[in-house]
């Protein structure tokens, strides 16, 4: 049903309880699922108290205007490109700005993976807006969760609408590798070495060669690089040398010791002991499997 609540432009979708009861045997649906969702442009009174906390999590995206939340007792103002997830029975109240009303994305949701979603320490959330923050990109995405719903409630609608909200809150939580994709200019130290890494798949690169790329010291490259992706540099290194040569033994009839020279590796025995302690089966029999 299509709910009308008096801020012009609004679009929200409620989804039937019947309907949620129909999917909720579904995978997908299970891990989560959306049961309320819309849009609220310049919505100059919208208000909401609830004492009791909702049944399910919230999520509220501010695009334009100002707002506030009060959690605990504790009020703050709610700017442009902030966010905040609300736990589900967790008494809450918030609103629109009169004097500068918010524009909002917003989604009611449940299901087994919602609780992934929220920092209980520090509910609003800021995205910066940056050449690499892919605002447009995250706007587009809930858009086309919200269009899909209203074009009617059948299953392959709702299971599609689930997986992109996953993807939506994926790209909020996890903000930096959501930018990744489509940053041309990497500033962190970090992802420099692995962008170096990538363009330097076929040579044999050393520690000093990767930290003097991106002016750290090797021992202090090595540590925070660990810190951040759990392995070594090196280790790293060669694992993308295996991801690599995967592509070739899947999209092309290379022998297995040109694949090896494609990756920067001579020795074809060496690179099949690390190709199996890597996949798990040797590079003849990885090209035998069955995927897609």
Request: charged share 25%; aromatic share 12%; net charge positive.
């Amino acid at each position: 049903m299509i709910k009308q609540e008096g801020f012009s432009g609004q679009r929200s979708v409620i989804i039937p309880q019947i309907i949620l009861n129909e999917i909720s045997h579904q995978p997908t649906c299970q891990q989560l699922h959306i049961t309320d969702i819309g849009f609220y442009p310049k919505a100059k009174y919208h208000k909401r108290i609830r004492k009791n906390g909702a049944d399910q999590y919230i999520l509220i995206y501010c695009i334009q205007g100002n707002g506030w939340l009060s959690i605990n007792g504790i009020r703050k103002p709610i700017h442009k490109n902030q966010y905040f997830v609300i736990p589900k029975n967790q008494a809450h109240s918030y609103g629109s700005n009169t004097k500068n009303p918010w524009s909002i994305y917003w989604v009611h949701f449940s299901g087994k993976l919602s609780d992934e979603f929220i920092d209980r320490n520090d509910f609003i959330k800021s995205i910066s807006d940056s050449n690499e923050a892919r605002i447009s990109d995250r706007i587009k995405l809930f858009e086309e969760i919200l269009q899909i719903l209203e074009m009617g409630f059948n299953k392959e609608n709702i299971i599609y609408a689930n997986i992109c909200l996953l993807h939506f809150l994926a790209s909020i939580k996890y903000i930096d590798q959501f930018r990744q994709l489509k940053n041309t200019k990497v500033t962190d130290k970090i992802d420099k070495a692995i962008l170096f890494m990538r363009e330097n798949i076929k040579k044999e690169l050393s520690l000093k060669s990767i930290a003097d790329k991106v002016g750290l010291s090797h021992s202090h490259f090595s540590f925070i690089f660990k810190q951040r992706t759990g392995r070594s540099p090196m280790d790293y290194f060669i694992k993308l040398k295996i991801q690599t040569a995967c592509q070739y033994l899947d999209h092309t009839n290379m022998k297995v010791k040109m694949v090896a020279h494609e990756v920067g590796i001579e020795d074809q025995y060496y690179f099949s002991r690390i190709f199996k302690k890597t996949m798990g089966d040797s590079p003849q029999k990885y090209r035998k499997r069955l995927k897609g």
